[in-house]
């Protein structure tokens, strides 16, 4: 039998790029596909009919589209299983909460469970999922576990996870789970006849999750938000958020207003209300002047139903408060109780209004309809933003960064450990000089703008083919991708924080629908106060499956900018926009994966052997000082790496790369 630890080691270095094809269903069926040889093959992590259970599969599709489960050719066996291995790490993020247990269903004509069992648990322990291991199952030498492995949440107990009328009760931690047969265990997942090799046209591995449960209507919102959706002013003078009065609301309209009628209170604690009697002139001219003097009672109002958009009293809803005031005033010590409270929350409200009068108050806000960047949860610690409880504006302000940089550091540090030298080197010295990894990147990308436009909006296989193979070739960003490879997808959502500027005159396209790219690798920062840059600040939501580098300070040779490397042409969407007099614009943005793989994919170079020529091109420059390639310190320049949108490159490469089709 072929050495399958060999196996794995050869195939952790040979993964081929795959994407997510239109099959998938999130969450409960992630399909995958990628070719090898011009053959076909798709993966599958789809749920079972059992809670929380899902089967991974592996399947050559056929020309006519039939999946073929288990079958690999002879020589694509390595390839296939390095692919598997990362599907299966991409795929398990967008499960995240979802999935406590897997079963792997291999063919039934291959004997004895023990093998796969092996294999499974050297597959788990060489890739990056650490939270699940392998669970035996007891063969009494029957066949009756043919063909099945099972892995698990290790934090639960494998009797509870698996438990059917196919598991027995019995689970000892020696001998495993006992095993009464599983062909009746079948996938929660529809059967489609055919697979299908089309890319999804609304998820991407690397790009958007919709697993968690807080994010996944929010996300979902943003992808489903058609082209060219018209923006909202939602500025405090222009909107009143329903939201932002919900301490104030909770106090009644006939307490509230009590503090501000004067005498006519003590006419309705005297004679109660009296609609013949009750002059509605006095009490619009009274209520009017209170309004210019506390705001806070004019949005009150407004929220209310007291008084209408267009400046006017209803008149109806006032009669009805005043006949409730007329029967509150009978209980005069809890009246004055009540409305003394009310008055102490209007009242510190005023203060807080007329403290930011001036510049919160005044700012600018733009928003999508439906869209709540506060429902894009972060679950690292101070890692979400803030915004005014007042106003709703974005707030600038600092946070316990080094508690982000210590959780994110204890996920990422034992696949840093395992960086190859060449990887390692290239995350450390782009983080002192951004230039010799970008400048590439840049000019490909005008190369490939140029001659888009020139041949009337198309690309051919030879021109795609040799800006792949420029890009590849190039050493110090061949480095710096491999490191994207190498680490694994984020398990949780994480906000980043970019400067950058627009050419004079341009920053008013930055509006809530704005889509654009940057063609070198993305400099971001988990720093909120970050200052680098010019008149535009990114607040960058990676949702769960973002690939980055978290070069921090583990390996930044700048450990204070606490810096997150996002892919080259990582694809930003403006969520929403806020400007605050004086100040730069405040735009969020959500990651929406990367343009670049799709384009990379188009390369003619043998992988294998660029594998080889990069590796030893590594090892060799290492030999060198290690700082033969890098600025010294003081000609750092921490500008280089937030460079400016360049709007008409960046919209002509979205069009170009946004549907191009993997090779």
Not at 564 to 591: A, E, G
Request: glycine content about 6%.
């Amino acid at each position: 039998m072929k050495n399958y630890t060999k196996i794995l080691d050869e195939a952790l270095n040979t993964p081929l790029e795959f994407y997510m094809t239109d099959d998938t269903k999130l969450p409960s069926n992630i399909v995958g596909a990628f070719t090898v040889d011009d053959t076909n093959y798709g993966m599958a992590l789809e749920a079972s009919g059992y809670d929380k259970i899902f089967m991974l599969r592996l399947y050559k599709i056929s020309s006519g589209g039939k999946r073929i489960h288990w079958k690999i050719e002879p020589n694509h066996v390595v390839k296939c299983l390095s692919t598997l291995l990362k599907f299966t790490e991409a795929a398990m993020a967008f499960t995240k909460g979802k999935i406590s247990g897997v079963i792997i269903r291999y063919s039934k004509k291959t004997k004895g469970a023990h093998r796969f069992s092996t294999l499974a648990h050297k597959m788990i322990k060489k890739t990056y999922i650490k939270s699940f291991s392998v669970v035996p199952v007891e063969d009494t030498g029957a066949d009756q576990a043919t063909g099945f492995v099972f892995f698990a949440d290790k934090k639960k107990n494998p009797k509870q996870i698996f438990k059917s009328k196919f598991f027995t009760k019995k689970y000892d931690i020696k001998t495993g789970l006992s095993f009464e047969g599983a062909d009746d265990i079948k996938s929660k997942v529809p059967n489609k006849s055919n697979a299908t090799l089309i890319p999804s046209k609304k998820y991407s591995f690397g790009g958007l999750e919709m697993n968690t449960e807080h994010s996944n209507a929010a996300v979902q919102k943003v992808l489903n938000i058609p082209a060219n959706t018209a923006f909202v002013d939602s500025s405090p003078s222009k909107s009143i958020n329903a939201k932002k009065l919900s301490s104030l609301k909770k106090y009644k309209p006939e307490i509230v207003l009590g503090n501000y009628m004067g005498s006519m209170l003590n006419k309705i604690r005297q004679y109660g209300y009296d609609k013949n009697k009750f002059n509605f002139g006095d009490f619009e001219y009274t209520i009017g002047i209170e309004e210019k003097m506390h705001p806070s009672l004019r949005r009150y109002l407004l929220e209310v139903g007291l008084k209408t958009e267009s400046g006017g009293y209803n008149k109806s809803n006032i009669e009805n408060m005043l006949k409730k005031m007329s029967a509150a005033v009978k209980n005069p010590e809890k009246y004055e109780a009540d409305m003394g409270e009310a008055k102490k929350a209007f009242d510190d409200q005023d203060d807080k209004l007329e403290k930011n009068n001036s510049t919160l108050s005044s700012a600018i806000v733009y928003t999508l309809p439906d869209i709540d960047p506060s429902e894009l949860i972060s679950e690292y610690p101070s890692n979400n933003p803030e915004y005014d409880s007042i106003t709703g504006v974005f707030k600038q302000y600092t946070t316990d960064e080094h508690a982000v940089e210590t959780e994110i550091l204890s996920e990422y540090r034992a696949a840093f450990d395992n960086l190859d030298v060449g990887a390692s080197a290239a995350i450390t010295n782009y983080t002192n000089d951004s230039n010799p990894f970008n400048d590439t990147l840049r000019e490909e990308a005008k190369t490939i703008a140029t001659s888009y436009i020139s041949t009337g909006g198309t690309l051919s296989k030879d021109s795609l083919a040799k800006t792949a193979n420029n890009i590849r070739n190039h050493t110090q960003t061949s480095r710096l991708l491999s490191a994207f490879d190498l680490l694994p997808p984020s398990t949780k959502a994480l906000w980043t924080h970019r400067g950058t500027s627009m050419s004079y005159g341009e920053s008013s396209k930055i509006r809530p629908g704005y889509e654009f790219v940057d063609p070198g690798f993305v400099s971001t920062s988990i720093r909120k106060n970050l200052n680098f840059g010019s008149d535009i600040k990114l607040i960058i939501y990676n949702p769960v499956g973002t690939r980055y580098v978290p070069a921090l300070g583990y390996m930044s040779k700048h450990s204070t900018e606490r810096e997150i490397i996002l892919m080259p042409l990582t694809l930003l969407k403006v969520i929403r926009v806020d400007k605050v007099p004086n100040s730069r614009y405040n735009c969020t943005c959500i990651n929406m994966g990367s343009l670049l793989p799709s384009l990379l994919s188009h390369s003619d170079i043998v992988s294998e052997e660029h594998d080889l020529i990069r590796n030893y091109t590594m090892l060799f420059d290492e030999a060198k000082k290690k700082d033969t390639d890098a600025k010294a310190p003081q000609d750092y320049n921490p500008e280089d790496k937030y460079g400016p949108i360049d709007d008409k490159l960046s919209k002509t490469l979205i069009d170009a790369l946004k549907n191009l089709k993997s090779k």
